[in-house]
């Protein structure tokens, strides 16, 4: 077993303040610095690692429901000569903030080789613990996701900037900025990989169904192309800020290639075909919840990070519903009644887990 020994020199103070001035007090245990962002919280029991690296978190303060956070510590940031992440979701941390209920400073995995405290420190995110969570997580829930701003020390911490979320393209903060090809070899299939701010667990699942992925910016014009299918990745943010994707999705939506989509690329599919999104209250984010594939009684156990959904009343004639969610009734995927498009808005991929829904690749590849 491992310790953090920091926090026995010392416990500096540090405080979320809500938007409507509700204050919570806890303790720091990473970069001691202040922040703004949209609080949000996570239901997962495990998975802080590949939480904290999802791109969609971007902009945003994680609060973590499940009490005890850090206990396994951080595995080691390898990357494999392609430059895929051994063990994360992409190269750094993507959430702003970890906001949990006790932080352990003593960790013990045989794959950890630090605690979160110190990964924190050094890729420059604070953490918060000591938080009551469950009240925190009950505010969201009845409010919806509220903007906060963490500050580290001070007695009477106050705030007035919060910063912004709604109208940000955090797509395009992530996205990568030049085209990218992973696992190129001569008959292999060509898939076109639109990165939102793709998790690496994504490409991770192309590359073993043996394709060659072709990794292109949010907003490139993938359509000058030579390409067999289309995969539009998951991201953070609104997706009404990422039009020049919809206008280059819309093109591909004219063809007949395979389209599939997760998340985000749920979001900007149903768009490109003329359906609306709209803002969740508190959004979808989980290793839990629980979708049914319309037309059957197939029920998944499926990972979610999302706080946007496309309008089943607004999809158009051509399209139709392919999952819905079992909780709150809301879509969770879509497909093409005629033509070889699909989406999720789930993570089929999750890591970590449940991948109870990865037949999405197979099906994908199939129909290349």
């Known amino acids: 077993m491992t310790q953090d020994t920091d926090y026995m020199q010392t416990e500096k103070t540090a405080t979320l303040i809500l938007d409507d001035g509700t204050v919570f007090r806890g303790f720091s245990f990473g970069c001691e610095k202040e922040v703004t962002g949209e609080v949000v919280f996570n239901t997962a029991m495990t998975g802080y690692p590949e939480s904290l690296t999802d791109p969609s978190y971007a902009g945003q303060l994680m609060v973590l429901t499940y009490p005890l956070v850090g206990n396994y510590g951080v595995p080691a940031r390898t990357f494999g000569a392609d430059g895929i992440a051994t063990f994360m979701e992409s190269e750094k941390i993507h959430a702003d903030a970890i906001i949990v209920s006790d932080y352990s400073h003593e960790y013990s995995h045989w794959n950890a080789v630090e605690s979160l405290g110190s990964w924190l420190e050094e890729e420059g995110i604070p953490g918060i613990y000591g938080i009551d969570t469950r009240a925190l997580t009950k505010k969201l829930r009845e409010h919806g996701v509220m903007m906060g701003k963490i500050v580290i020390g001070g007695e009477k911490a106050e705030a007035t900037d919060f910063g912004e979320y709604a109208n940000v393209n955090y797509v395009d903060k992530v996205s990568c900025k030049e085209v990218i090809t992973y696992g190129e070899g001569e008959g292999k299939k060509r898939v076109v990989l639109v990165d939102c701010g793709v998790k690496h667990n994504i490409i991770r699942c192309l590359l073993k169904r043996n394709v060659t992925v072709i990794r292109v910016p949010w907003d490139y014009d993938f359509n000058t192309l030579e390409y067999d299918g289309l995969f539009i990745s998951n991201g953070p943010g609104d997706?009404?800020?990422?039009?020049?994707?919809?206008?280059?999705?819309?093109k591909a939506l004219s063809g007949d290639k395979p389209i599939c989509g997760i998340c985000m690329g749920n979001q900007l599919l149903a768009k490109a075909g003329g359906a609306s999104i709209y803002k969740l209250k508190y959004g979808h984010r989980s290793h839990n919840q629980p979708v049914r594939m319309v037309g059957t009684e197939k029920c998944f156990i499926t990972s979610q990070n999302h706080g946007y959904a496309v309008d089943n009343d607004t999809l158009g004639a051509d399209?139709?519903?392919?999952?819905?969610?079992?909780?709150?009734?809301?879509?969770?995927?879509?497909?093409?009644?005629?033509?070889?498009?699909?989406?999720?808005?789930?993570?089929?991929?999750?890591?970590?887990?449940?991948?109870?829904?990865?037949?999405?690749?197979?099906?994908?590849?199939?129909?290349?």
């Open 239 to 250: 997706p009404d800020t990422c039009d020049a994707a919809v206008q280059n999705i819309r």
């Open 319 to 368: 399209w139709e519903p392919l999952f819905i969610n079992m909780n709150d009734g809301t879509n969770e995927g879509i497909k093409h009644k005629t033509k070889p498009f699909f989406s999720s808005q789930f993570h089929p991929e999750a890591c970590s887990g449940p991948t109870d829904t990865e037949f999405m690749f197979d099906k994908f590849v199939e129909l290349l």
